[in-house]
């Protein structure tokens, strides 16, 4: 069964971190592009971080370059993003989504909102707040 779960959201403080995971189910995960978009209340889903099958490139959204990490653990079929010096703003519920191969293939890749990415986890939630 093909399945992606999410898991590491919480509540934490402005400047706080946070490291979410995906792991991967029924496929390998390696063999495709990777994303993480987040939906904050109220306002349209957007994409966050990519990751581009084999791991080749990475690419964020703006206001996360610099903040947050992507990578991947093929041997466990999961991808991390990992969260430092979080903002309010970053608050919503975080998901992975799994890409076509084009997807996230080079540098200064625009993440998107994921609309060619076809199986999505659930959903964490992330709330920045003091």
């Known amino acids: 069964q093909l399945q992606l779960v999410e898991s590491g959201g919480g509540l934490v403080q402005p400047g706080g971190s946070l490291r979410l995971t995906c792991v991967a189910s029924?496929?390998?995960?390696?063999?495709?592009?990777i994303g993480w978009f987040r939906q904050a209340p109220g306002k349209e889903r957007e994409g966050v971080s990519c990751?581009?099958?084999?791991?080749?490139?990475?690419n964020y959204e703006d206001s996360v370059k610099g903040r947050f990490t992507i990578s991947s653990e093929n041997a466990k079929n999961t991808v991390y993003l990992q969260m430092n010096n979080l903002r309010p703003e970053d608050t919503g519920v975080y998901y992975c989504?799994?890409?076509?191969?084009?997807?996230?293939?080079?540098?200064?890749?625009?993440?998107?909102?994921?609309?060619?990415?076809?199986?999505w986890g659930q959903g964490t939630q992330v709330t920045v707040s003091s």
């Open positions: 029924g496929f390998t995960l390696g063999d495709y592009a």
């Open positions: 990751i581009s099958y084999g791991g080749m490139f990475t």
């Open positions: 989504a799994r890409g076509p191969r084009f997807e996230c293939l080079g540098r200064d890749y625009a993440v998107g909102r994921g609309r060619e990415y076809d199986y």
